[in-house]
């Protein structure tokens, strides 16, 4: 196997970043739940996607509402759903600490810690104008830390590609709550986007795009392979166009090009590291 890691290994980290990842995502939406700004920022997100001239495959990739605000979990379930994919989580990660050691615990606790208190109260991460920032570094830490993990080792295009990742997934997390900072200051939450303003919000998403298209360029001299993550350039730059019409509902317009631009880097990631394997 790589770098002579058990197979059992390299299966259960990703497993466990993924279960990891599915509890940050339920939790959150659990206590937006709870807090009562969910309910608010879906509506608004939602007349606005009514209005926007776009294509049927576009609007598909708005999110139509929270899964506690719309009935379809309740809340006791919801409970029931953190406890068991915490569990689910710890399982997963055990083998792995008998393999790597306290590594693995220093790691899971402040992964523990990014993921519950984003939105949980009384940290509430988001609502302090850190919540871009930790979403930034749980992300970089899942793919670095993962790797290291499972290799004993951390490589240049590896570290590179985490860097890269945070940013991304942290600019997906910024542009996704500009949309509706009125509702997040009414709600007492004062984020990142309403930290900077608007003009200082638009520069910081311009920055990181930059950013991360010079951190896939220094990759690609470690392997010319990872030239496929430009592969999301038509997506980046569609969206700077509308960020610079500033056309009616233009911060929910970009919403679907950040969506797209983190999951498209994540999986034409893969794709290079399968290629690289199979053809060296």
């Known amino acids: 196997t790589p770098y002579g890691a058990p197979w059992y290994v390299l299966v ?5 970043v993924l279960f990891l990842a599915l509890l ?30 776009t294509s049927d495959s576009m609007r598909k990739l708005y999110w139509s509402g929270n899964q506690f605000d719309t009935g379809l979990v309740t809340e006791a379930q919801g409970r029931a759903i953190i406890v068991m994919l915490a569990l689910v989580t710890v399982v997963l990660a055990l083998p792995v600490i008998a393999y790597a050691g306290w590594v693995v615990i220093v790691l899971g606790l ?5 993921a519950f208190f984003y939105t949980a109260p009384p940290v ?13 570094v749980a ?4 793919c670095l830390c993962s790797f290291y993990v499972s290799s004993g080792t951390v490589t240049v295009e590896v570290a590179l590609f985490s860097v890269m990742i945070g940013l991304v997934v942290g600019l997906m997390r910024l542009i996704d709550s500009m949309s509706a900072n009125d509702i997040h200051l009414e709600m007492g939450e004062v984020n990142m986007s309403i930290r900077l303003g608007t003009e200082g919000t638009v520069k910081a998403i311009k920055a990181v795009v930059a950013v991360s298209y010079v951190l896939a360029a220094a990759m690609c001299c470690v392997n010319l392979i990872d030239i496929l993550l430009f592969l999301t350039l038509p997506i980046t730059l569609k969206m700077i166009r509308v960020i610079n019409a500033r056309g009616e509902h233009w911060n929910v317009a970009i919403i679907p090009f950040s ?22």
């Open 12 to 16: 259960l980290v990703p497993a466990a």
């Open 124 to 136: 509430n991460l988001g609502a302090r104008g850190l919540g871009e920032v930790s979403v930034a």
């Open 259 to 280: 969506f797209l631009f983190s999951v498209l880097t994540e999986a034409l990631f893969v794709v290079s590291a399968v290629c690289t394997l199979v053809f060296g």
């Open 24 to 53: 940050v995502n339920f939790s959150n939406d659990y206590f937006d739940h709870k807090s009562g700004v969910d309910a608010k920022v879906n509506a608004r997100k939602l007349r606005s996607r009514e209005n926007l001239e």
């Open 110 to 114: 402040i992964g523990a810690f990014l």
């Open 139 to 142: 992300f970089l830490m899942m």
